[in-house]
């Protein structure tokens, strides 16, 4: 009897651990890793939401491979170390496949070394400055060529030939800027000021006060986070209005309006490849969904899309690999395409950054965003400027680290 007894706890046992596996082998595990808190929040949040809405837009659909996509999600806190202790734990912990993540760039350069590590995979899905291209990192938001430059270059031909440049203190702000003032070099122009504020700093005083010495024609702004409240503000204070100054921002959206005074920002410009005015039957479900999920007070934006269309373009090379290796899903990405809201977007096989339409938008009283120029075609990416040579822009970057104490952004210690 007591042998009988011992065979079948065995058996409970065994059986207990078959089922076990099985679920585990039911799920596939995701990471989102984004600042749910600290001065980033304000951007992050809303991308994050993005994320979650594609993963659960797939389960509703059958899941992946027959199994359901489960999202662990872990905040960044808006620091940029905190970020990589988080990558990690994700990656050796949780057990993840991928990574869907990040919004600066002191974030995503000090994650990229854990990804390349552990020859993981991590969808980034800002706009950011170049200059980089790892195996590990596919680039879902715009390379320079794709923003910056276009933007720049048509600053230059309907708003002035004066300009002044602000941002915040670390590695985007800062090369987004040196590719500005080369190109701007290049069209005569002149850069009449060049200014930065600490990331998360309110201390935009001394910044505003150059500004109204130096009367440039247009303000090129590459602040991000809260500290935009603040900028706005004190720009207003001072007596500058977007019809004698424009500011053109690289780092707001609609989303990052909901917190600031639009009243301020009236025929202010931006550049993205995606605003929520874009008009095609995709975006209008985008949209619809979004707010049914979120709420009608939400607005989609380019980071919110690139967020959301990074898990689709994951989930298609996952389905054409029949795995979720990572290998195997990395050679599937460039054959592999998605019917965005803002278009059709595919994955660049020689650079693993993403084909983009870019657009140039004026604000609106609504807060929404009129779309006054557009390449109306994907505009293939090109991480890497010309106007210096790969090894100048490698030595400028490590010339930053170095100033910062071996970091991507100016801590102020």
């Not at 949040?45 to 797939?58: N, Q, R, Y």
């Not at 940029?80 to 600066?104: N, P, R």
């Not at 990229?112 to 980089?132: D, M, R, S, T």
């Amino acid at each position: 009897m007591k042998k009988k007894y011992i065979e079948y706890v065995y058996c409970v046992i065994i059986l207990g651990f078959l089922v076990g596996c099985q679920q585990k082998q039911e799920i596939i595990k995701v990471g989102v890793l984004h600042s749910l808190s600290g001065t980033m929040a304000i951007s992050e949040k809303a991308v994050a939401d993005a994320t979650l809405m594609a993963i659960e837009e797939i389960n509703a659909k059958g899941g992946l491979l027959g199994k359901k996509i489960v999202p662990v999600i872990y905040d960044g806190r808006s620091d940029a170390s905190y970020f990589a202790a988080q990558a990690e734990k994700l990656i050796s912990q949780e057990k993840v496949e991928v990574v869907f993540g990040c919004w600066t760039s002191a974030s995503r350069k000090t994650v990229k070394p854990v990804f390349e590590k552990h020859k993981h995979l991590l969808f980034y899905p800002i706009q950011y400055e170049g200059l980089e291209q790892s195996p590990n990192i596919v680039y879902t938001g715009a390379a320079p060529n794709q923003q910056i430059i276009p933007a720049t270059k048509w600053a230059f031909d309907h708003l002035g030939k004066r300009f002044f440049i602000v941002g915040s203190d670390y590695v985007f702000p800062r090369t987004a800027s040196a590719i500005i003032k080369d190109l701007l070099t290049e069209l005569g122009a002149e850069v009449v000021g060049d200014e930065y504020i600490l990331l998360g700093s309110k201390d935009v005083k001394p910044m505003i006060d150059k500004i109204v010495a130096s009367k440039p024609d247009v303000i090129l702004n590459n602040i991000n986070g809260d500290s935009n409240i603040a900028f706005f503000k004190a720009l207003r204070q001072a007596g500058i209005r977007s019809e004698d100054i424009p500011v053109f921002s690289f780092s707001i959206a609609e989303d990052e309006l909901r917190s600031l005074e639009v009243s301020q920002m009236l025929g202010d410009y931006l550049a993205w490849n995606y605003f929520q005015s874009v008009s095609s039957p995709e975006n209008e479900r985008f949209v619809k969904d979004y707010k049914a999920k979120y709420g009608e007070d939400r607005v989609t934006d380019d980071p919110i899309e690139a967020g959301y269309i990074s898990v689709y373009l994951w989930a298609e090379a996952v389905r054409e690999a029949g795995t979720t290796d990572i290998t195997e899903v990395k050679n599937q990405l460039p054959n592999g395409s998605f019917q965005a809201p803002g278009g059709l977007v595919y994955i660049d096989a020689a650079t693993q950054h993403t084909w983009k339409t870019v657009h140039i938008g004026k604000i609106q009283e609504d807060a929404q965003i009129e779309i006054i120029w557009s390449s109306h075609k994907p505009i293939r990416p090109n991480p890497f400027p010309t106007s210096r040579s790969k090894q100048e822009w490698e030595h400028f970057l490590n010339t930053l680290y170095l100033n910062w104490n071996q970091q991507w952004a100016n801590l102020g210690k």
